[in-house]
């Protein structure tokens, strides 16, 4: 078995390896032409190609995990645009203890989602100061309501920068005189979101910076304008030192908030309310549908066969993919012991009712896995690498070392699996070190301790500097060709520019459409080549009236 893998790692390492000089090349035509929209003054569209760039690199892995030369263009496009009207903002110092947070993200349409999660755990924890939050893409979504009510009993205030006129450099604008009243900014943006960037980029107009690494083992923009990254795991702490340039007295540990979690039911109330045999053992999953993607002709479903057939009384619930994933051969070889459900959104009673929590795959799911064993639920992820060095692709929090059970491959799974499944004593031992641990450090006062170190070194650290003389280089090693395996979308260039017609110049908008709609025959979305900002003010509420009359 050990030499198979060995031999099914080396595959692994030939065919992803030549896969990523080619998306590089792509990255790096991509950057050419952002650049030079950027010499020639055209700043919008340059922004707008850098994202398609970011956002390349950051689902269809280059070797890279940041990128100097494409920061670069966008530290370049802030220093052109700043506004000369604003003072300078006083370098930090020891005795200043903010009190005014901007939190900026990206879009938090859902509030179940982790960034959304992490940004209202932390107001909740964090009630001595005032929280406020701009988003850079939200509109024409709602924001969820448990976020403004307690943005604004925080006395903060909410900003949508696509609501107004006007490309990413006009919201860079808006959120640079935004953050202008704040003691601290908090980044919580998509990895390949621009505006920030460009908002930040003069470090004497802007009040520190922490960047909140949500997406630690994936390329993503900010470390140029960053004072300290606060990463979420230790190997992604690692990662940002290695590979994205972050100087160590930069680069922290904050770990993931949770919410105290207060048990309701016992797991067999729990089960006899969710209509699941009291006397069965629960295997229970809880992610975003692609996060279990097949993986080498083998889904997530069908890894749990053997030790279905194998243990009669096993159920499996999994929720998040739906009917994402074609399982059904596996669901009618366990006679209907393996669910599948969508988005749920309340899952403490599913938390109450597992025996065992199986991490999914080839994602792992972070969040999850700490708010199941926050409930005293034993975690079992998956680890197919031979090497320390694809830590970045596995589960490691703070708090679980010694308590996560993790195994390299299929059997390891079923065996230990099998044992949690058997063993009563073992499953509550398990989980009831791994809770204690969980609460111990994701909660409360010592996360807010974590917090306050955080915040004292933003405060306290001269404003980062870079210099623009960094090349990016590519590397084609681990975990870089893992990543491509697990983790690339299968998403064409075409796939990337298309949503972002509306937000383009109107020469770069045109261009792009007819050549778009040449391709792909799609001449009557007409409506593609409307700026955004009619978009969502005229078009889209025009529309939505339109079909609510067709239905009546």
């Known amino acids: 078995m050990e030499k198979l893998a060995n031999n099914t790692l080396s595959r692994w390492r030939e065919e992803n390896s030549l896969l990523i000089p080619q998306n590089f090349e792509v990255f790096r035509n991509l950057v050419a032409e952002a650049r030079d929209f950027a010499d020639r003054g055209n700043y919008n569209a340059a922004a707008v190609y850098a994202e398609i760039a970011a956002f390349h690199a950051q689902f269809k892995h280059c070797g890279l995990f940041s990128s100097p030369e494409l920061e670069n263009i966008l530290l370049t496009i802030g220093r052109q645009i700043t506004q000369t009207t604003l003072a300078p903002t006083p370098e930090p110092s020891l005795s200043k203890r903010p009190k005014n947070i901007l939190h900026v993200s990206t879009n938090i349409s859902s509030p179940f989602g982790g960034i959304p999660r992490f940004i209202r755990r932390w ?5 001595q100061r005032s929280h406020s939050l701009a988003l850079t893409k939200q509109a024409p979504n709602e924001v969820p309501q448990i976020l403004t009510e307690l943005v604004s009993n ?6 949508l920068l696509n609501e107004t006129i006007g490309g990413f450099v006009s919201r860079a604008k808006r959120l640079r005189k935004i953050a202008a009243t704040a003691d601290i900014v908090v980044l919580h943006i998509w990895e390949h979101d621009v505006i920030p960037i460009i908002a930040f980029a003069n470090k004497e107009l802007s009040p520190p910076i922490i960047y909140v690494n949500h997406g630690d083992h994936c390329f993503w923009l900010g470390a140029a304008v960053s004072d300290v990254v606060a990463n979420l795991r230790e190997s992604g702490m690692r990662l940002s030192q290695k590979r994205r340039g972050i100087e160590a007295e930069r680069n922290m540990l904050l770990p993931t908030i949770l919410e105290p979690s207060h048990r309701q039911l016992s797991r067999t109330q729990a089960k006899q309310q969710l209509g699941i045999d009291e006397n069965s053992t629960l295997l ?5 549908a692609p996060k279990y993607r097949k993986t080498d002709g083998i889904s997530f479903a069908d890894a749990h066969v053997p030790l279905l057939k194998k243990h009669d009384r ?3 619930v999994v929720i998040g993919p739906g009917g994402s994933e074609d399982w059904s051969t596996a669901i009618q070889q366990t006679q209907g012991r393996i669910i599948a459900l969508g988005h749920t959104e309340d899952t403490a009673v599913y938390y109450q009712a597992a025996d065992i929590y199986v991490d999914s795959y080839p994602f792992v799911s972070i969040t999850s896995l700490l708010e199941a064993g926050s409930y005293g639920v034993p975690l079992v992820s998956r680890y197919p690498y031979s090497s320390d060095a694809c830590e970045i692709l596995g589960a490691d929090m703070p708090g679980l070392t010694g308590n996560l059970i993790r195994v390299h491959d299929l059997e ?3 065996t230990v699996l099998s044992r949690l499944v058997a063993d009563e004593e073992l499953r509550l031992s398990l989980g009831e070190a791994t809770r204690r641990r969980i609460v111990e450090v994701h909660m409360g006062s010592n996360w807010q301790h974590n917090l306050e170190e955080v915040y004292t070194r933003a405060a306290s650290l001269p404003r980062v500097k870079v210099t623009s003389s960094a090349m990016d280089q590519m590397f084609i090693t681990e975990p870089d060709v893992f990543w491509i395996r697990d983790h690339s979308w299968n998403c064409e260039l ?3 520019i298309q949503p972002r017609l509306p937000i383009m110049p109107f020469e770069q908008r ?11 025959g799609w001449q009557n979305q007409i409506s ?5 900002w009619f978009r969502l003010r005229y078009y889209l509420p025009l529309r939505s009236v339109l079909k609510m009359g067709n239905r009546q």
């Open 123 to 127: 107001i909740q924890q964090d009630t």
């Open 154 to 159: 925080s006395h903060g205030k909410i900003f």
């Open 284 to 288: 229970l999953s809880i992610a975003r």
């Open 314 to 316: 096993a159920i499996l």
């Open 412 to 414: 390891e799974y079923t």
């Open 494 to 496: 075409d796939d990337m």
């Open 510 to 520: 045109l261009y792009h459409w007819m050549r778009l709609a040449k391709k792909h």
């Open 528 to 532: 593609l080549l409307l700026p955004e």
